[in-house]
């Protein structure tokens, strides 16, 4: 550790403890600085962090994720090889190397699942289990099975809402209003919505 590092350390330490509060967690975002990246991850996140982003000083502080936004066919196909092309995949290819686990938050493949021939997609899948052994795996988090609502009046928004969070039923009051359009959504989006609770 250099001299920078442990001024870096020390005062961290310091403001943490004056502060009285921990540290956020240090996420690496594998991509450039992008404020709806950011958010988009963020939403991921069960906590809030600081993040930094690829080719931008860590200032000594060892990330706790390494999470990788998008993974193109292209890229997805070369890592499964264990080859990169550009900057950013031959970092993420050294990083797998290293033994660093690092998660994304969409496999690009996955938006042709309607079109693409099945032989095809499956090739894609095995190239998914293959990174998963290389540590490179989709964003997982635990999600809700239910949301409760507490409003009088449950509406499209709050469904979507609820199936934003993952959730598969929304939970709801027996005196509770549910719109048509809330019931739509509801259908459109796989959520069940229970009344009475």
Not at 28 to 47: N, P, T, Y
Not at 57 to 78: E, F, K, V
Not at 136 to 164: C, I, M, N, Q, Y
């Amino acid at each position: 550790m250099d001299v920078n590092e442990l001024v870096s350390t020390i005062a961290r330490e310091v403001l943490k403890q004056l502060n009285g509060r921990p540290e956020k967690p240090c996420v690496m975002i594998l991509g450039a600085r992008d404020a709806k990246v950011a958010a988009k991850v963020q939403a991921h996140l069960d906590e809030e962090a600081d993040f930094v982003y690829f080719m931008e000083p860590t200032n000594g502080r060892t990330p706790s994720r390494y999470i990788l936004p998008h993974l193109c066919c292209a890229s997805m196909a070369d890592l499964a090889l264990g080859r990169a092309s550009g900057s950013l995949m031959t970092e993420v290819l050294r990083l797998l190397l290293s033994g660093v686990k690092i998660e994304t938050l969409e496999f690009g493949y996955k938006a042709y699942a309607e079109t693409a021939p099945d032989s095809l997609y499956k090739l894609y899948e095995s190239y998914e289990k293959t990174l998963a052994g290389y540590g490179l795996k989709e964003f997982s988090r635990k999600r809700p099975d239910a949301v409760r609502f507490r409003e009088s009046l449950v509406t499209e928004k709050d469904v979507a809402g609820a199936a934003e969070k993952g959730a598969t039923t929304l939970m709801v009051s027996a005196a509770a209003v549910v719109t048509p359009l809330a019931v739509e959504a509801a259908k459109n989006m796989n959520i069940n919505i229970v009344k009475g609770f």
